[in-house]
């Protein structure tokens, strides 16, 4: 006996035999439901036999038969209504336990997320690949036709999506492209930075996604729901069927405020704040401006993050707005990171070590924030360091600002494109997928061992254009990614340490060393984050123009 455990209420598994019983029973279960029907193998035990062995063992028992690969919506409706009405939790077997779970699945899509029910089967060892569009459209068989197909499909409308859009309709005029995406509001991420510096404002770092579409371009407002890789199709929620010839994923991370104890209830309040939100960024610069005494904490989660210099960003500008209002001896600033070093490149490090010093900032390594009590102002850290019991300790606070954990989106952690993290799994190269050889993916959400940075999308968007363009014309790719990502921190007002690196940590200035020496805080690489980048993202990047960003080519095969 092999008992999977899907969820609270139920556990499947496959074949049982009569002596199985009284294991089930002493495990906890109080009903069993057979789904295989009698005379399916050679070596299977009848139900009536498992049935007088439950009697015996005080279990209610069930027969819902279903023949292997005939899951109807009927007996979906069935097993749901089975589910409520025995004892639980309810042990359901057949010859594998497939068609038990496919059965939980189709029966719970009503009431639970698609992505969640993926998610449960995936962790119990099932593949509902196979009923994913039922499952969407609510467990019903829906009809098999799609309702939109284009040449190319692109999931994602953050900077990677539309930058790639762009370079693709600059490369290949008439190719019919759309781009999913739910949202009505396209942000430009790395001004939050600035924003909980009280250097820009929160209205300048957002535009309407509609007006940002390249011309030409379908949009279809819908989020993704799951992916069919083997039928080309994206099924969207509402089980909507889109069909495409190639597709782009990019649809970026999920901040995960979920994974930190409290946070939630507590986020814009209680001095708790975060830069990697917009309408928390203002909040950041209200309590730095507030703040004369007392404690900031400033975290970091496991990597990996996007811009992982995003944390210690608000550190810096934080401490030097302080320094600046003379307040800086009164505040004990403490940088709780869950990574072992500062910075993952250790070029850069002697010259942040420097501000790190000048702020008087105390650094705490292997420090995870796992709790978070607003009211009382407490947060708790777990502490993994090397060679060491893991514990715990708790720190009181007057400000802290928060860097939450960050995942893969639920529908691709649970999808066919997904590594065994959750990434979409892509040669570091090509950025091609390694199954699926018209699908791509760029972007903070595919695996890839490079820094997650709107940096690295500019770069990565016209390489994966160039490679699907070559891929149409029956070409090899020709097209090739370095692992370029570029991390502006921001050390002080006025000032940057520039750092631009690619794979294995190996440094890629784009400037010559003598305009700006990445390894030291420089004033014109403050005047390129603050002045050039932002229209640079806007009228450049978003707009197919590739301006220090030309894809490095190798020959075709």
């Known amino acids: 006996m092999d008992a999977k455990k899907i ?10 035999t009569a002596a199985d019983v009284k294991t089930i029973a002493a495990l906890g279960f109080r009903s069993i439901i057979c789904n295989r029907p009698d005379g399916e193998g050679p070596d299977q035990p009848s139900f009536d036999e498992i049935e007088a062995e439950a009697v015996k063992a005080g279990l209610t028992c069930r027969h819902m038969p279903v023949i292997s690969g005939k899951v109807t919506d009927e007996s979906a409706a069935e097993f749901g209504t089975a589910l409520m009405e025995l004892p639980g939790p309810v042990f359901a077997y057949c010859r594998t336990g497939t068609r038990s779970a496919t059965l939980w699945s189709l029966a719970q899509a009503a009431t639970m997320k698609p992505a969640e029910i993926l998610e449960a089967t995936q962790a119990a060892g099932y593949d509902m690949a196979g009923v994913v569009r039922r499952i969407v459209n609510g467990g019903k068989t829906p009809t098999d036709t799609a309702d939109a197909a284009f040449d190319v499909v692109i999931v994602g409308g953050g900077a990677a999506g539309i930058a790639v859009a762009a370079s693709l309709t600059s490369r290949k005029p008439g190719l019919d492209i759309a781009v999913i995406d ?9 001004g939050w930075t600035m924003v909980g510096g009280g250097i820009f404002d929160a209205e300048t770092t957002a535009k309407t996604m509609g007006s940002l579409i390249p011309k030409g371009v379908h949009w279809i407002k819908s989020a993704v729901a799951a992916f069919e890789p083997k039928d080309n199709a994206v099924v969207l929620d509402g089980c909507r069927v889109v069909k495409y010839n190639r597709l782009i994923v990019c649809p970026g991370l999920k901040l995960n405020w979920h994974g930190v104890e409290g946070l939630v209830e507590t986020l814009g309040k209680n001095g708790v704040t975060s830069n990697y939100r917009y ?12 703040l004369k005494q007392g404690r900031a904490l400033f975290t970091q989660p496991p990597m990996p993050i996007k811009c992982a210099g995003a944390p210690q960003k608000a550190l810096y500008l934080s401490a030097n707005n302080w320094e600046r209002m003379g307040t800086l001896p009164q505040i004990d600033i403490e940088f709780m990171n869950a ?44 502490v993994t360091a090397p060679d060491t019991e893991t514990t715990t300790i708790t720190r009181e606070f007057d400000m802290m600002h928060v860097c939450p954990p960050q995942i893969a989106p639920d529908f691709i952690r649970v999808s066919p494109l997904a590594d065994s993290a959750g990434w979409v799994d892509v040669d570091q190269s090509t950025l091609r997928h390694k199954e699926f050889d018209n699908i791509w993916s760029l972007g903070d959400v595919m695996n890839a061992p490079n820094a997650k940075t709107a940096a690295a999308a500019r770069v990565q968007a016209p390489i994966v254009a160039e490679n699907v363009v070559d891929d149409i014309a029956g070409k090899s790719p020709t097209a090739i990614y370095n692992g370029y990502g570029s991390c502006p921190l921001t050390v002080e007002r006025g000032k940057i340490v520039l750092a631009e690196f690619g794979y294995g940590g190996t440094l890629l200035p784009t400037l010559p060393k003598w305009l700006i020496n990445g390894e030291r805080p420089s004033a014109l690489a403050w005047i390129l984050k603050e002045q050039i980048l932002p229209p640079v993202y806007w009228k450049a990047m978003l707009r197919g123009k590739e301006w220090l960003a030309k894809p490095e080519k190798v020959s075709a095969k």
């Not at 739910?182 to 790395?190: I, S």
């Not at 309408?279 to 507030?290: I, M, N, R, S």
């Not at 070029?347 to 650094?363: E, H």
């Open 182 to 190: 739910p949202a009505g509001t396209h942000y430009y991420q790395p």
């Open 279 to 290: 309408d928390l960024a203002p909040y950041t610069w209200e309590l730095v401006k507030g």
């Open 7 to 16: 969820s609270e209420q139920i556990s499947v598994s496959p074949q049982i």
């Open 339 to 382: 990574n072992p070093t500062l910075f993952g490149i250790k070029d850069y490090v002697p010259a942040l070590m420097d501000y790190i010093q000048r702020y008087n900032a105390k650094l705490n390594f292997h420090h995870n924030l796992i709790a978070v009590d607003g009211a009382a102002k407490t947060a708790t850290f777990e």
